[in-house]
């Protein structure tokens, strides 16, 4: 059983527009959310985090959780051709606050 | 400042080998990880260092992986004998000891058993 889901992409859309990127987790005593944003070849990128229910915005970054519904989502308005990466959700899990359990990432391509 | 750093880059063994990746954290970071991406899978934790003392090993695969951190400095993650299965993307993370500190990735070592 997958312990962190992520919409599996690849996600296209044009410059300028809104990209949505969603995670659902299992685990209901996680305690801690991230977005991190990854280039190929490159390393893992923290863009988010988020602790407790609502949205929580970041310049063009948007996220926002429902524990309730086991689900934090990203936004990323004004999307920009740099935009254009994997996006990886992780959750903490196992009672540690930096022990992550990561999903599979979503790539997201920004179109000029 | 420099970031978390990993070597190798790549490294190409073949069964039954050995190998040692080593990470260096960014300085003064206590909080020292190890994670790994096999192909089609996401990443895993792997085991997690506060200083040189393991806080949590409980990722790792089997015996044939053996973490160190001595000294609370750098870390070394040597796969003896390597297999098949252990190929993928290790990566390293560091992080102060202040609770809400970012956690940092290096770029990874990736590691390929033929």
């Known amino acids: 059983q997958k312990e962190v889901e992520q919409n599996s992409g690849p996600l296209s859309v044009p410059e300028g527009a809104i990209a949505s990127l969603n995670c659902t987790y299992s685990d209901r005593g996680s305690q801690s959310f991230f977005w991190y944003r990854q280039y190929s070849g490159k390393s893992p990128e923290l863009i988010m985090s988020i602790y407790s229910n609502g949205d929580k915005e970041d310049g063009r970054f948007t996220a926002q959780l429902n524990k309730a519904s086991q689900y934090v989502s990203l936004l990323i308005r004004d999307s920009q051709p740099s935009d254009s990466a994997t996006y990886l959700c992780a959750v903490t899990s196992g009672g540690s606050n930096y022990k992550l359990t990561f999903g599979k990432g979503t790539l997201l391509t920004v179109n000029p | 400042e420099a970031g978390v750093t990993q070597f190798p880059s790549h490294s190409v063994i073949e069964k039954g080998q050995t190998v040692t990746l080593r990470c260096d954290p960014i300085s003064g970071h206590d909080n020292l990880y190890w994670y790994r991406r096999v192909m089609g899978k996401e990443i895993k934790f792997l085991l997690h260092?506060?200083?040189?003392?393991?806080?949590?090993e409980s990722g790792m695969p089997n015996n044939r992986f053996l973490a160190e951190r001595t000294g609370g400095t750098y870390s070394t993650l040597k796969v003896q004998p390597a297999e098949l299965e252990d190929s993928g993307v290790y990566f390293c993370a560091s992080r102060t000891g202040i609770d809400t500190g970012e956690l940092f990735f290096g770029e990874g070592s990736r590691l390929t058993v033929l």
């Open positions: 260092f506060v200083k040189e003392s393991k806080q949590d």
